[in-house]
């Protein structure tokens, strides 16, 4: 016993030197400069946040006015703490390897050092592991909505390994965690703490489209309203695009040739990644030039809500040659109009394809259930890329769809009792198979009608 608590909690001249985040030595001193390490934040009812922190050198006292290290504000001590459980014992100064608590701080995060005079540390001791597990989360009630994301930000800033990403793209509220368990507490914490009634639901895979070979397309947008109208027509040609491809000089589609006279280039570097380069080689005077930014804008607005199933478009070479212009009905709507049905038509017949996420993961098993492991992993359309041992564990390393992952740490936890661990990043965006991309339509024609 008396060694375990000699390795665990030794006394303060023998702990372990640590280093700040410029790689210099701090030692445990209470002679040394004050510097204050906050590892944990709480929110308590009728309090607010509680700051649990560790006395890395010199002596904090009570009143204390000390400078954030990573955001430059003052911060007064009012009150410290020690901690046993859920007791707090009011204390006036608390020393180099102490851990504390205080409450009614400004400004200070889980991760923040504040400092004394002369003193400039800045520490860096978590890391904390990538998502594993992730879930849509609604409130039932719809007008619970802003509550329940003012209580997961909350929760945010007591436990950062959950996440909370709104996403615009695939129109849902996402929180990440470690597991089915560790969302399922954050489930019930909202129902029971907060009184918010929330759901699981999937999430939705942000697929992406493209092409594969060139195609035309034309379209003429006229609407007669009494007085002036609206007329635009563009004649445009779509083909897949990569880094690197010659100009475009010529097209053939059956016994017609188009030859392509460049005027004007624009390349536009999508958000969502990929890219889209834009050719205005009009000659003539077909369309005015102050008609193309209206154009590109048509084709914009479909790349971000694709043909096939409404994901954004990528990698997409579009050159406008042709089209018709009315002198007094002609506007920027109408050329909108007519780029973006002239580019989503061209784009049904450029052999569209969809593209799903595939992210590198890496497992590490007990050599005894590799076996196992591996078989789960094919089934799931992954590739096996790599075998290694490290550390006593096998380390498999394969590239896995996304929409293959939806509950595979409950999987792998069950399949190894527990005694596995993975992590995963992003990749690449590939091909999805055939049988896969009729199905995808098949459900977004389905939602569309709905």
């Not at 997961?152 to 129109?171: F, G, H, I, M, N």
């Amino acid at each position: 016993l008396m060694e375990f608590l000699g390795n665990v909690v030794p006394f303060v001249d023998e702990m372990p030197k640590v280093h700040n985040t410029r790689g210099e030595e701090v030692s445990p001193d209470e002679k040394g400069p004050t510097s204050v390490y906050f590892f944990k934040t709480g929110v308590e009812p009728h309090i607010g946040e509680v700051q649990y922190f560790k006395v890395m050198s010199g002596v904090v006292h009570e009143g204390d006015d000390l400078t954030n290290a990573e955001r430059g504000s003052k911060e007064r001590m009012a009150q410290l703490f020690v901690c046993s459980g859920a007791n707090r014992e009011k204390v006036e100064q608390l020393s180099a390897g102490d851990i504390g608590c205080t409450v009614k701080l400004k400004d200070v995060r889980t991760g923040n050092t504040l400092n004394g005079k002369q003193c400039e540390h800045r520490f860096n001791f978590i890391k904390y592991p990538n998502s594993k597990f992730t879930r849509a989360i609604r409130a039932v009630n719809e007008a619970d909505t802003e509550k329940m994301m003012a209580a997961l930000t909350r929760l945010r800033q007591e436990d950062p390994t959950w996440v909370v990403e709104q996403s615009k793209e695939l129109r849902q509220i996402l929180v990440h965690g470690q597991g089915e368990f560790h969302l399922r507490t954050l489930k019930w914490i909202l129902e029971n703490i907060d009184k918010i009634k929330v759901e699981f639901s999937e999430q939705r895979i942000p697929y992406r489209e493209t092409i594969t070979k060139p195609a035309r397309a034309d379209y003429r947008h006229k609407k007669q309203s009494g007085g002036a109208g609206q007329f635009g027509e563009v004649h445009l040609i779509v083909e897949p695009y990569f880094e690197g491809m010659p100009e475009p000089t010529l097209f053939k589609f059956g016994n017609q040739e188009i030859r392509i006279t460049p005027r004007g280039k624009e390349e536009v570097n999508l958000e969502w990644g990929g890219k889209l380069v834009f050719i205005n080689s009009v000659v003539g005077g077909a369309i005015d030039t102050r008609f193309m930014p209206a154009i590109l804008k048509g084709v914009m607005s479909r790349m971000e809500q694709g043909p096939l199933t409404g994901s954004y478009a990528r990698d997409v070479r579009v050159i406008v040659y042709d089209g018709k212009m009315h002198p007094v009905d002609s506007n920027e709507v109408s050329f909108m109009l007519a780029g973006r049905n002239a580019f989503s038509a061209a784009f049904r017949e450029a052999g569209p394809k969809i593209l799903e996420p595939i992210y590198d993961v890496e497992v590490f098993v007990p050599s005894e259930k590799m076996g196992d492991v591996m078989s789960d992993l094919q089934g799931r359309r992954g590739m096996i890329v790599g075998m290694t041992s490290e550390n006593g564990y096998e380390k498999l390393q394969a590239k896995v769809p996304l929409s293959e992952m939806s509950s595979y740490a409950t999987t792998l936890s069950s399949l190894t009792g527990g005694r596995a661990s993975f992590i995963m990043k992003f990749a690449s965006y590939e091909l999805v198979p055939g049988d896969l991309q009729q199905k995808l339509i098949a459900e977004h024609a389905q939602h569309a009608e709905e």
